[in-house]
T-cell receptor, first 115, second 111 residues
């Protein structure tokens, strides 16, 4: 049983295209996140949703638009892909509000390559 | 200065060695501290939380020094399976909740 799952695992696309990544968690958690891990391995938070409501929106280009149809799903749509968007995107979840003591449960990651 | 800084390594150690990783954080308002482990091409997973009193889990010991804004992780009797990247993680709740990951320290344990 996969706790946090993401699709696709790999995504190779051309500059200028639009693509989506999907995330689902079956842990019953209320809060979900998107992180970006670049080539230097820094893991940076992009967005966080709690019960379908956006609560964290870091400085991310507005080409990135998250959507949470329900608390178990958080998708990420990226418009007009650029070379610099190439990275591994991780979805994560935590049980309640994004309290600082909660363990983050990560999905396996989506490796995005923009050519 | 980065908010969370770690020595990137890599640390190359023989099996059975003791190895220590350090992490410093810049914001004194930071509230919670963790070590995560990330295997190559895998997702990060929680290794242990770090408490002011220090805590130990088997071969792993974590320490926090709030005065010096410093966190450490000690691994005793290293195993081949300990080879991974160790991420220092700091959270704060000033100006909004935020979790900050260090860039990680790579460890290679060799036979």
């Amino acid at each position: 049983d996969t706790a946090v799952s993401q699709t696709p695992k790999y995504l190779v696309t051309q500059m200028g295209n639009d693509k989506s990544i999907k995330c689902e968690q079956n842990l019953g958690h209320d809060t979900m996140y998107w992180y970006k891990q670049d080539s230097k391995k820094f893991l940076k938070i992009m967005f966080s949703y709690n019960n379908k409501e956006l609560i964290i929106n870091e400085t991310v280009p507005n080409r990135f638009s998250p959507k949470s149809p329900d608390k178990a799903h958080l998708n990420l749509h990226i418009n007009s892909l650029e070379l610099g968007d190439s990275a591994v995107y991780f979805c994560a979840s935590t049980p309640g509000q994004p309290y600082y003591t909660d363990t983050q449960y990560f999905g396996p990651g989506t490796r995005l390559t923009v050519l | 200065r980065k908010e969370v800084e770690q020595d990137p390594g890599p640390f190359n150690v023989p099996e059975g060695a003791t190895v220590a990783f350090n992490c410093t954080y810049s914001n004194s308002a930071s509230q919670s501290f963790f070590w995560y482990r990330q295997d190559c091409r895998k997702e990060p997973k929680l290794l242990m939380s770090v408490y002011s009193s220090g805590n130990e889990d088997g071969r792993f010991t974590a320490q926090l020094n709030r005065a010096s804004q410093y966190i450490s992780l000690l691994i005793r009797d290293s195993k081949l399976s300990d080879s991974a990247t160790y991420l220092c993680v700091v959270t704060k709740n000033t100006g909004g909740f935020k979790t900050i990951f260090g860039a990680g320290t790579r460890l290679f344990v060799k036979a």
